[in-house]
């Protein structure tokens, strides 16, 4: 996936994306499992329960939800069933701040081909469209491991009519899956916060270590 492709097809598909602040919701996901609560005052290194993904969740995301669908998905051709998981946090349990971060397996795009850049888009596109917000910039990324892998994406950078509210969205393809990073203030502060920084640029596919 070619990143200045990448950003082409978000800032024509985006541009006037709308979306409302607190907790994003995912109908088809309806199966819940809570972490133990911590130290809310502590940044909270998170493996999530299936081992999509590890980060480190911002002080106050003492408690975490994960959602997964009720039922196993299925697939009735050659093609393994797209998998999916919610893990969001409404930060010192307040609906207005928080972070989550959502898991596409097996995601099918053009001609049955693995996913790519426009499917990525389309479940950005699908983040942006729950919260009140105009784009304000985006910004493509790549990040290589130690093991010779890349994950490579787009930041999307965003905020309220009234320039308060911030939102913050990062789409990412990893060897076929996508993971698509959020995390939202209704007073802002956010994309230099510290925390989140830490949030995003934690970011790793797989099981801990």
Do not use: H
Not at 39 to 60: C, K, M, N, T
Not at 114 to 128: F, N, S
Not at 172 to 189: E, H, K, P, T
């Amino acid at each position: 996936m070619k990143a200045s492709r990448l950003m082409l097809l978000i800032l024509l598909a985006l541009m006037s994306s709308t979306l409302c602040w607190g907790q994003y919701q995912d109908p088809e996901l309806s199966g819940s499992s809570d972490n133990e609560p911590v130290l809310s005052d502590r940044q909270v290194s998170f493996s999530s329960i299936r081992g999509e993904f590890q980060a480190i969740f911002p002080s106050g995301c003492g408690k975490m939800v994960t959602k997964v669908p009720s039922e196993e998905p299925s697939s009735d051709d050659d093609w393994p069933a797209v998998r999916v998981s919610l893990t969001f946090c409404d930060r010192y349990g307040e609906k207005g701040e928080g972070c989550s971060v959502s898991s596409f397996f097996n995601v099918r795009g053009k001609e049955n081909n693995i996913a790519g850049a426009d499917e990525v888009v389309e479940r950005v596109r699908r983040i942006l469209d729950t919260m009140s917000v105009s784009v304000v910039r985006d910004a493509p990324l790549r990040k290589e491991f130690p093991d010779g892998s890349f994950i490579e994406g787009m930041d999307v950078f965003a905020s309220d009519s009234a320039g308060a509210g911030q939102a913050w969205v990062r789409g990412l393809l990893y060897q076929g899956d996508i993971y698509i990073m959020a995390a939202w203030s209704s007073a802002g502060n956010l994309w230099k916060n510290p925390d989140y920084v830490t949030f995003f640029n934690s970011f790793k596919p797989g099981a801990a270590d």
